[in-house]
């Protein structure tokens, strides 16, 4: 057990019957890193989060969260685990307060310290005063607020985020991506954030290339770009992967 | 603070299911209209058609609407845990399901849980459908009222744990017609909930037999029986084990890794 890797994944390959979705997947996250998982529609990414979070049973491979099993010791590794998904998991009918105290009962957390960390996500998500309003009630960028503030209320060590600004407009989108860059540097969260949109990464991030199911390139976005011999994420992703679109 | 912890997350999960229950209006009253329209519809048009002999527990000749009230009962829940089942499938199209599933507890605990509420509902909406039966007429003995919740439990859990075994089964909430065709129908017709055995086996062995060996059969009666205060064994055991199958066979259908869901490709 190496308690200094927040999420690793080795070996991992995942079939839906004949057709392959991912093969001899390996790649290890820090703590405090933020990792962008960037690949084209249906290049896996929805397939590894899903095992990742034990929705598939892991067959061939093994992943690790905080040095636990998630096959063999499922419930510890879950407990480190948050998670935002790429449709809107909020129950609409319900506050914004109600859909986070279901998930702090969800996690065993008290009547006292679950108001307490509601309120502490909240407020550094400018969204505390908004607390008793319908989910349906916010836009998809609020929305996606409250989702970030609940995946992160049972303090993980591990986020994360499935193309969670799908659908939100640019300055929102921006807010998103600022603030979860912000939380990986200040938690010391290890952050994996799958996305197809280039302008999401940042210099500093480290960046894994999936492509048809295998991993393309794994680095730093310096190492990527000198691998590829591109000047840009945008050039060296299109090197990867043959032309094909982000 | 493990047991807390599954103390606490099993009243998370009811509480939200109650709270949408009661929050939403139309399924609220489309639930409690349904046996209501089979009680003053359907019984009183049938009470002239059907002469019923004396059976147990009943103690005297009863009108047909005393006779069905047991049987409208297993038809909430029925109903409603089939609407429980739906629910599962448009939590998981919609992907709430999947908030449930990544919580730090065993599956088996969660699907339970699920199904606690579930049946907690469907006794809510008995209970509001025996007090409008009452002022119909329909009155049971005092304890019945008592007697009925153990049995209500039991059967909710049954029914409930069915439609979470067909819920895992089903991948689209299109697919859900299919279930109120081929599931709800036939087990509600094919059982004692609209007439006694003995008169089905007037008109058919087979029917007959299907009925009696019917599981929601076993439940409206065991229902039957607790509403006169009498225990009936049979269907107790019955009933129990049909839950201890189904519920066993849902968990099997949820687990990732024996499970339909990695065949299904969703959560």
Redesign the interface.
């Given at each position: 057990m190496n308690s200094s890797i927040a999420l690793s994944v080795e070996d991992l390959s995942f079939s839906y019957g004949d057709k392959k979705a991912l093969s001899q997947v390996n790649f290890k996250i820090q703590p405090g890193e933020c990792t962008v998982l960037l690949g084209p529609n249906g290049a896996g990414k929805s397939t590894l989060f899903s095992l990742i979070t034990r929705l598939y049973d892991t067959r061939d491979g093994r992943i690790e969260l905080c040095g636990f099993d998630i096959k063999r010791q499922t419930l510890p590794a879950l407990a480190k685990l948050g998670v935002v998904f790429q449709q809107t998991t909020l129950d609409m009918d319900l506050s914004v307060m109600q859909n986070l105290r279901y998930h702090t009962s969800l996690h065993g957390m008290g009547r006292k310290q679950a108001e307490q960390r509601i309120q502490q996500e909240l407020e550094r998500l400018n969204m505390y005063d908004r607390r008793f309003e319908r989910a349906r009630q916010l836009n998809g960028g609020h929305r996606r607020r409250v989702e970030i503030a609940r995946a992160l209320l049972h303090k993980p060590s591990v986020l994360l985020l499935d193309e969670p600004t799908v659908g939100l407009d640019v300055p929102s989108r921006l807010a998103i991506v600022e603030y979860v860059h912000q939380l990986a540097a200040e938690e010391n969260l290890a952050v994996l954030w799958a996305s197809h949109l280039i302008d999401e990464i940042y210099p500093d991030d480290h960046l894994i290339v999936l492509h048809k199911g295998q991993v393309k390139a794994n680095g730093t976005v310096d190492d990527v770009l000198k691998i590829t011999n591109t000047l840009t994420i945008k050039d060296a992703f299109y090197s990867l992967t043959q032309g094909e679109q982000v | 603070?493990k047991l807390?912890?599954?103390w606490?997350?099993m009243?998370?999960?009811i509480?939200?299911e109650l709270?949408?229950f009661v929050?939403?209006r139309e399924r609220f009253i489309s639930a409690l209209v349904r046996p209501l329209v089979w009680l003053f519809v359907f019984a009183a048009g049938f009470r002239a058609a059907l002469g019923l002999a004396i059976t147990p527990p009943y103690e005297t000749y009863i009108l047909y609407e005393v006779y069905i009230t047991p049987g409208l009962i297993g038809m909430i829940q029925l109903f409603n845990g089939m609407q429980s089942s739906l629910s599962m499938v448009y939590d998981r199209e919609?992907?709430?399901m999947?908030?449930?599933?990544?919580?730090?507890?065993?599956r088996w605990f969660l699907l339970l849980s699920k199904l606690l509420a579930g049946t907690g509902v469907s006794v809510l909406q008995v209970y509001v459908f025996l007090a409008i039966a009452w002022f119909y007429d329909i009155q049971a003995p005092w304890q019945g009222y008592l007697w009925i919740l153990p049995a209500l439990l039991l059967s909710g859990l049954m029914l409930g744990a069915l439609g979470l075994l067909l819920s895992s089964f089903i991948k689209q909430l299109e697919n859900f017609a299919g279930v109120m065709n081929f599931v709800i129908f036939p087990m509600f017709f094919m059982s004692t909930a609209l007439y006694p055995l003995w008169k089905i086996k007037e008109s058919s062995a087979l029917l007959h037999n299907l009925a009696q060996y019917n599981p929601f059969s076993q439940a409206v009666e065991l229902i039957r029986f607790a509403l006169y205060g009498q225990f009936n064994s049979h269907a107790f055991i019955y009933t129990l084990v049909a839950f201890i199958v189904f519920m066993a066979a849902a968990i099997v259908g949820y687990n990732?890794?024996k499970g339909m869901?990695?065949r299904k490709?969703g959560?």
């Open positions: - | 603070m807390l912890h599954y606490r997350a009243w998370g999960i509480w939200r709270w949408r929050t939403q919609m992907g709430s999947r908030i449930l599933m990544v919580c730090p507890l065993p990732p890794s869901m990695t490709g959560a």
